[in-house]
């Protein structure tokens, strides 16, 4: 099994240009989840999914969007990229309360780096 | 509201010595917490976790931490640390049916 696996590693984008992070796992997880990682600032939660075709904000959703049209990949898209959102984003995934733990663990992809210029 | 505090933003300690790094939750009913190990350049790796029953746990890689339902606790320890370890430590609980709420980090330097 891969896990989890995020597309690209890196991307340097100029203020204003659109972006789409692909995030693909293969755990059959039903949970999915985008966060960015500041220094200093821990884990920010920007948007999850609970299910193919759902999708819910977290703490900080401004200036991106979400889509799971399929289980296992979850996109993030910037529409237009400001230099605030130069960060590194990190997916993870992790099993349902209903799949029978509901202290079941995130399993996270590598993260992406991202300059916006 | 939920939240995982973590005292101390960076630790510095010489190979070979003991470790404890803290971590506080605020949660009214039963937390499950976890702590990840995070090297640079690279994505959030599970150590251990707690949900119930005995307070003491054990991870991968010699880590272990205590629960401490009293003091609201959960501190991550290792009684000999290697140079490999010095990386970002993040204490986790899962708040609510989605959402995992983590601490800001602690960052561990290893002398040589």
């Known amino acids: 099994n891969a896990g989890v696996t995020q597309t690209p590693k890196f991307r340097v984008l100029k203020t204003g240009q659109s972006m789409t992070l692909l995030c693909a796992q293969d755990?059959?997880?039903?949970?999915m989840y985008w966060y960015r990682q500041d220094p200093g600032m821990g884990l920010r939660l920007i948007h999850y999914s609970v299910g193919e075709g759902t999708t819910a904000k977290g703490e900080v959703p401004d200036g991106y969007n979400v889509s799971r049209l399929k289980k296992q990949n979850f996109l993030l898209g910037l529409e237009s990229a400001a230099p605030s959102q130069t960060s590194v984003y990190f997916c993870a995934s992790s099993l349902s309360r209903t799949s029978g733990s509901y202290y079941n663990e995130q399993f996270f992809g590598p993260g992406t780096r991202l300059t916006v210029l | 509201a939920q939240s995982v505090t973590q005292p101390d933003i960076h630790i510095t300690v010489s190979e070979g010595a003991s470790l404890e790094l803290r971590c506080n939750y605020s949660y009214g009913a039963t937390p499950y917490l976890f702590w990840y190990v995070q090297s640079p350049g690279q994505g959030l790796q599970l150590l251990l976790k707690?949900?119930?029953?005995?307070?003491l746990v054990q991870g991968i890689k010699g880590f272990e931490a205590e629960f401490k339902r009293s003091q609201s606790s959960f501190n991550l320890r290792k009684p000999s640390v290697h140079w490999s370890d010095a990386a970002e430590y993040f204490c986790a609980s899962r708040g609510g049916t989605y959402k995992y709420i983590f601490g800001t980090g602690t960052r561990l330097k290893v002398l040589a």
């Open positions: 707690y949900f119930s029953g005995d307070t």
């Open positions: 755990m059959n997880h039903e949970y």
